[in-house]
């Protein structure tokens, strides 16, 4: 007779150590407001004539890592995104503007080479972290975020040219 009580709770125990009675096989979709996970997005083979889009590489730079960056690889692009004015009033030696505000801003981004590095940033990081997404859609390959910006490179005394 005490078997049928034991069976019975095996059944359940099983079930419940093994995740329960689902079907689903996938992850548990992730809490709102929970930290992204470190998934990857599954991707559909290219074919053999094709060539799959290169991977934007991006690094996120104190003002003292780029610094050292520009001065080892002196080919490196500086970009800031900030606005005429802001860039006017004091910028990186050798920069050139990109105003993200301007309407004109993914269209100036493609008359550059997506095959060179950038050391890309705004006045605190703001904008310039907005940017990216439009630097891996038009499939920049290597790009140095200035986390801090033009206040970073400011607090550490770095040259600033007008």
């Known amino acids: 007779m005490k078997t049928i009580y034991v069976f019975p709770s095996l059944v359940i125990s099983a ?3 093994s995740g329960g009675c ?8 992730p809490k709102k407001g ?3 996970s470190a998934q990857t997005a599954k991707v559909a083979p290219a074919k053999a004539d094709e060539k799959a889009p290169a991977e934007t590489k991006i690094e996120h730079v104190t003002a003292i890592q780029a610094a050292e960056f520009i001065i080892k690889n002196p080919d490196t692009v ?3 995104v900030r606005t005429p004015s802001e860039f006017a009033s004091g910028h ?6 990109i105003d993200f505000k301007a309407a004109t801003f993914t269209d100036d981004l493609q008359k550059l080479d ?3 590095s ?3 940033h705004c006045r605190s990081g703001g904008r310039s972290t907005s940017s990216l997404d439009t630097f891996k859609k038009l499939n ?3 790009i140095l975020h200035l986390d801090g910006g033009m206040m970073d490179w400011g607090k550490e005394q770095l040259p600033v040219e007008k």
């Open 22 to 29: 689902q079907k689903n096989d996938q992850a548990p979709a």
């Open 118 to 120: 950038y050391l890309v």
């Open 114 to 116: 997506p095959s060179k």
């Open 15 to 17: 079930a419940i150590l």
């Open 92 to 97: 990186i030696k050798g920069a050139i503007n």
């Open 34 to 36: 929970s930290a992204p």
């Open 140 to 142: 920049f390959k290597h």
């Open 78 to 80: 500086i970009l800031d």
